[in-house]
Structure formats: structure tokens, C-alpha cells
């Protein structure tokens, strides 16, 4: 988008006519970086196949102590959900599919909490802690397995 751009027009009383531009609102170019961010992990599953092991990342942890860490397989796995592998994905990590789960939610949080954002302005303040507290606790639940694993090796 051109600086500038307007996003969305809202009746307003004063002039008929309001203007959400979105490089006045952090919140809703937050949500659009997390959403390509969200989208670049998609593809990034969807390109590199569990059968040509072609994936650029390698774990760091396996390459230095070559004992599986508590992520490997993580995009194996996630490769697989998308494939419709389902059985095979628990089999490169059991925590795939909740990470798997948890970028698709937030993907869709992203499209709705945005769509609501603009739309209901009166309730922003209430949208974004709404916004903070689920995900907050939505990431906590889903990555404790790592966040612990990090803990339990210092």
C-alpha cells in the first residue's frame, strides 16, 4: 500500500465520511505483518517436502550434540498436517499438530480481530487486550513443551 493509503471509510457525525489510514494504526499493521509472517511459514511447509528432506533450516541442538531437541521434526511434521498426513506428522513430533492448530487461529484472529477492529471503533481498547490475553495464553499453552525443554537444559 501507498503511505496514505486509505483502508476503509466509516460514517462518521461531523463530515459524512471518516478515514482509517493504516499507517496510523499500529494494530492493524501488526496484525498484517503476523498474518504474512503466518502465511510465510504456510508456504514455507508447503514448498519443502518430508521426502526430499529438502528443508534449509536444520536444528542447531542435533548438529551439536546429535541428540534430538524437543522442535526437531517441527517442520516434518507441520509439512505432513498440510499434506494430510496425519498419523505420519505425530510420528516427526507429537507437538505439530497443536503448533500447526495454533498458526492457523492466529492466522484467522488476525483476518477477524482486524475486520472487527475497523468496523466496531468504539471497542478497540477492549479488542486489543482481548487480542493480548488470548494469545498470550494461547502461546503459552501450545509451546510449554519448548519453553519448559529450554528451561529443564539451563
Known amino acids: 500500500m501507498l503511505p496514505g493509503m486509505t483502508l476503509w471509510f466509516k460514517k ?3 463530515n459524512g465520511k471518516s478515514q482509517v489510514r493504516l499507517k496510523n494504526e499500529p494494530y492493524l499493521i501488526i496484525n498484517i505483518a503476523f498474518a504474512g509472517v503466518i502465511m510465510l511459514i504456510m508456504v514455507y511447509s508447503g514448498i519443502f517436502s518430508p521426502e526430499k528432506d529438502n528443508y534449509p533450516i536444520v536444528c542447531i541442538h542435533e548438529k551439536l550434540t546429535g541428540e534430538p531437541c ?7 511434521s507441520i509439512s505432513l498436517i498440510l499434506r494430510g498426513r496425519i498419523n505420519e506428522a ?6 505439530g499438530m497443536r503448533v500447526f492448530l495454533f498458526f492457523v487461529a492466529q492466522l484467522l484472529m488476525r483476518i477477524f480481530f482486524s475486520w472487527y477492529y475497523i468496523s466496531q471503533p468504539d471497542s478497540r481498547k477492549q479488542l486489543i487486550l482481548l ?3 488470548g494469545s498470550g495464553l494461547m502461546f503459552l499453552m501450545v509451546f510449554w513443551p519448548y519453553i519448559f525443554s529450554i528451561f529443564r537444559g539451563l
Request: hydrophobic share 30%.
Open 12 to 14: 462518521s457525525s461531523q
Open 70 to 76: 524437543v522442535s526437531c521434526g517441527l517442520s516434518h
Open 131 to 133: 487480542d493480548i490475553a
Open 90 to 95: 505425530y510420528q516427526w513430533n507429537i507437538y
